[in-house]
């Protein structure tokens, strides 16, 4: 399957299908909308819903013969999906809370896996008009406003002062004791809070050294990510630092991960 895919078409079209299903979240972000909450408590939006309903049917026109798993599709059992090689995660409202606040920063995701590792991955920011994307081999970019994309690359780590990416809605008791320890190691720490998968962003740009999550994923919440970081030069790790996969399980939570830049300093020492 691998061998007959053209990533870089395809990376082209999943950026236009995650910008139509940004247009359709932004015609509910702009009016009152009713918030439900599904039988985990999170909460569910019609702009997830056309989000989900965009990206299905454009993925299905497009690779008819590649199976999509969204968080909004009706539960799969991992005996179907197991024999799945190649198949596409969605997430098609990342960072519903965040949307629900109307702060921005939200997300469309859209990966394609392949042998339980993400080789393309993009991540629309509705609000901001901009798009991160990469592919196996082809680097990681992003382009704001339909404009020119441009290379991304994640930064060398500096000894004395470090960038931790934190997210803005999820805290834990690890979290915080994961920071103190870090705060114990550098003489300067800055954290910038942001929604969604635009951690990862963050991550994959150089803006942040590291984006520690100990606390519940999803993994259609960190494939696209995780794509963009690796392309970008950066590393997606659970805590015992070996790299996080996708599709190897009944449960689709991910462990606690660690996304970063620089591979000089092994991140679970911190724990």
Not at 28 to 46: G, M, Q
Request: charged share 25%.
């Amino acid at each position: 399957m691998l061998d007959s895919l053209d990533l870089k078409s395809l990376c082209t079209s999943c950026v236009t299908i995650a910008r139509n299903a940004g247009k359709k979240i932004l015609e509910v972000y702009d009016r009152d909308f009713e918030i439900e909450h599904k039988d985990d408590k999170s909460p569910l939006t019609d702009a997830d819903m056309a989000s989900h309903h965009t990206i299905i049917e454009s993925l299905s026109a497009l690779t008819p013969d590649i199976p999509v798993l969204s968080e909004e599709s009706a539960t799969l059992p991992f005996e179907q999906r197991q024999q799945w090689h190649t198949y596409w995660l969605v997430d098609p409202l990342d960072g519903t809370r965040e949307f629900i606040k109307r702060n921005g920063e939200f997300t469309v995701n859209i990966a394609l896996i392949n042998g339980h590792r993400c080789i393309l991955g993009v991540i629309h920011v509705p609000v901001l008009d901009i798009d991160y994307f990469a592919y196996s081999g082809g680097g990681a970019f992003k382009c704001e406003h339909g404009g020119d994309a441009r290379p991304i690359s994640v930064k060398k780590l500096d000894q004395n002062r470090i960038t931790v990416a934190g997210s803005r809605s999820h805290g834990s008791e690890e979290m915080q004791k994961y920071m103190a320890n870090i705060n114990n190691s550098y003489n300067e720490v800055k954290m910038l809070s942001m929604g969604s998968s635009l951690k990862f962003c963050l991550v994959a740009e150089g803006k942040a050294d590291l984006y520690p999550r100990l606390g519940l994923t999803s993994e259609w919440d960190t494939a696209a990510a995780q794509c963009i970081v690796e392309q970008a030069g950066g590393y997606v790790t659970k805590t015992d630092m070996s790299t996080l996969e996708y599709n190897t399980k009944d449960s689709l939570l991910n462990p606690f991960f660690f996304a970063f830049g620089d591979n000089s300093k092994d991140w679970s020492s911190y724990l």
